[in-house]
């Protein structure tokens, strides 16, 4: 028995026995696992460029505008962190942009996770192989 994730990448259970065509099957569907893997985190990284670029015009302009309150230690000055908060509380792209760099890290993990299933669907395959291999030398 076994699971699959949203993305349709099936889990082995761990008392799973594989034959080498099984084997063989899951060690492909784990690397066209790792392909759209790349895929999906090369899109996300454009759309986290140009969010960026978006939230950083949005912001060059509100720095610099009449009403942006003025950071420093005088009297009617504001810290720059209350002054940031003020900019990205006027930009609406701001949570779009942290959210998707949250999602760009998180399609990262999953890609090193992806890569890492690659390795072992490669022993599973040796291993499959060897034990098959094991049968068939002793008549079975």
Same mark, same amino acid.
């Given at each position: 028995?076994? #699971?699959? *994730?949203?993305?349709?990448?099936?889990?082995? =259970?761990? =008392?799973?026995?594989? *034959?080498?065509?099984?084997? #063989?099957?899951?060690?492909?569907? !784990?690397? +066209?696992?790792?392909?759209? @893997?790349?895929?999906?985190?090369?899109?996300?990284?454009?759309?986290?460029?140009?969010?960026?670029?978006?939230? *950083?015009?949005?912001?060059? #302009?509100?720095?610099?505008?009449?009403?942006?309150?003025?950071?420093?230690?005088?009297?009617?000055?504001?810290?720059?962190?209350?002054?940031?908060?003020?900019?990205?509380?006027?930009?609406?792209?701001?949570?779009?942009?942290?959210?998707?760099? $949250?999602? $760009?890290? +998180?399609?990262? =993990?999953?890609?090193? *996770? !992806?890569?890492?299933? !690659?390795?072992?669907?490669?022993?599973? +395959? +040796?291993? @499959?192989? #060897?034990?098959?291999?094991?049968?068939?030398? =002793?008549?079975?």
């Amino acid at each position: 028995m076994s #699971e699959q *994730t949203e993305s349709g990448f099936r889990i082995l =259970d761990e =008392d799973a026995a594989l *034959t080498p065509p099984e084997a #063989e099957r899951y060690l492909k569907q !784990v690397s +066209n696992e790792l392909a759209r @893997a790349q895929v999906s985190l090369r899109r996300l990284r454009y759309e986290e460029l140009r969010l960026k670029k978006q939230y *950083t015009e949005a912001r060059t #302009e509100l720095l610099f505008s009449e009403d942006c309150p003025q950071a420093g230690r005088g009297e009617g000055q504001v810290t720059v962190a209350e002054r940031d908060a003020w900019i990205d509380a006027r930009i609406a792209c701001h949570w779009q942009y942290e959210s998707l760099q $949250v999602q $760009v890290k +998180n399609a990262e =993990d999953y890609l090193r *996770t !992806v890569g890492k299933q !690659v390795s072992i669907a490669q022993s599973l +395959n +040796n291993t @499959a192989k #060897e034990l098959y291999g094991s049968f068939k030398g =002793d008549g079975r």
